[in-house]
């Protein structure tokens, strides 16, 4: 017997109700289980009418603690009286959709930064008869960020610290090139004439007293010019060009040509390639490793100085933090001196840092610490190799 139609439709509408009730169901379940997102619904008056698992994990209220309350509850005393929450609401109304990131407040008081979207729901006229809210936790985050901006705004003013100290620098060596070095000049001019004009009227005693007084004055000459050395070093101020080091090399012997002459001095080279340098500041430190050399010779040992230059790929670099595609210019100056021990390798370039008596060798501990900063300022590195009684190398790498 066939069923009547008219019971047929009715079976048939329960069933599509049935069914609608069990995905709503599944919906609301689906929605009450997500723990990482404060997922709820709000009636026109920003009530809330339910709550989910993310809900209590991120605000801390229980349903039955929250539903019936209004969610401004979640918003900071500064906000509420600013009108944020209502503000939310209505921008959500007018236009279907409202976000918005801030500190929000949890049940014990605590804040935590939320990012919130607020969506209006429509009936079939399109009023609006409610609210569902999302928010998310990103304290985390946040806290990034400003851990960034934090460290963002103290390398500026770490910057503004060293320009402040660079000007200064910059004042010192004025005072040092002009003022420091005028006495300093005077003193040495007065003692010399003093020694010419009154020999004979000195004793051997105060004739001493006053070539010591000369010594001392010429040393501490010596020291503020390598100390403007140093100063100057570390800046970038030229252009970087292609330079031949063949030309600088001999620059260098013409400058200091008296001394090679006088010691017996041998300089033998292998220049293989041009470097892309800073031609003022590389010529400064090829004078200062030649010197170095001819200062710290043996006795009864002409200085014999080899100078190696060539282009290495960085695969050919025993050194792990460098690109292995990346080009370098080697530069290496080994000499036949007293050499040192190994374990003062990295002492000699700290300034003023001396392995030997200013009476047993002169110098002020100055110039090496100057190549070093010269290498680093051409983005390179400089390493030493020595041993007592049977010379130095010093190896210099610098990308080309």
């Known amino acids: 017997m066939n069923e009547n139609p008219y019971l047929q439709k009715i079976h048939e509408l329960e069933n599509a109700i049935h069914s609608l009730n069990n995905r709503y169901n599944l919906h609301e379940l689906m929605i009450s289980e997500i723990e990482d997102y404060a997922i709820f619904a709000l009636n026109r008056e920003g009530i809330v009418e339910n709550w989910n698992k993310g809900a209590e994990k991120i605000k801390g209220y229980r349903a039955e603690e929250i539903i019936g309350q209004k969610f401004s509850i979640f918003y900071t005393s500064h906000d509420r009286q600013e009108g944020l929450p209502d503000k939310l609401l209505s921008q959500a109304a007018q236009n279907g959709k409202a976000t918005h ?11 935590f930064w939320g990012s919130v979207v607020l969506t209006a729901i429509h009936d079939q006229q399109m009023r609006v008869i409610g609210f569902s809210k999302v928010t998310r936790d990103l304290t985390e985050k946040k806290q990034q960020e400003d851990q960034l901006l934090l460290n963002a705004r103290q390398l500026e003013e770490k910057n503004t610290e060293l320009q402040k100290m660079n000007s200064e620098l910059e004042s010192f060596a004025y005072v040092s090139s002009h003022d420091l070095q005028e006495p300093l000049r005077k003193i040495q001019t007065f003692a010399s004439l003093i020694l010419e004009r009154e020999v004979n009227t000195l004793s051997d005693t105060g004739k001493d007293y006053f070539r010591r007084m000369q010594s001392a004055a010429g040393r501490m000459q010596m020291l503020i010019e390598d100390l403007l050395s140093y100063s100057r070093a570390g800046t970038k101020l030229g252009n970087f060009i292609n330079s031949s080091i063949s030309e600088m090399v001999y620059e260098a012997q013409k400058e200091l040509k008296d001394t090679l002459e006088q010691k017996k001095a041998v300089i033998e080279t292998d220049i293989r390639c041009e470097a892309r340098v800073i031609p003022f500041q590389f010529r400064q430190l090829l004078m200062n490793l030649i010197s170095n050399s001819l200062k710290f010779q043996q006795k009864d040992k002409p200085p014999r100085i080899r100078i190696l230059a060539e282009r290495l790929n960085g ?3 025993n050194r792990k933090d460098i690109d292995p595609e990346k080009v370098f210019c080697h530069l290496s100056i080994r000499d036949n001196g007293i050499g040192f021990e190994e374990i003062y390798k990295d002492r000699i370039f700290e300034v003023f840092q001396r ?12 110039g090496l ?4 900063k010269i290498a680093e300022n051409h983005q390179g590195w400089i390493e030493v190799s020595s041993e007592s ?4 190398s010093f190896d210099i790498y610098f990308p080309q």
């Open 369 to 372: 610490a100057i190549v070093k």
């Open 389 to 392: 009684g049977k010379g130095s």
């Open 355 to 366: 392995l030997h008596g200013k009476d047993e060798y002169e110098g002020t501990g100055v």
């Open 315 to 317: 695969n050919n670099i």
């Open 101 to 111: 990131e801030g500190w929000r407040k949890r049940k014990d008081g605590s804040l």
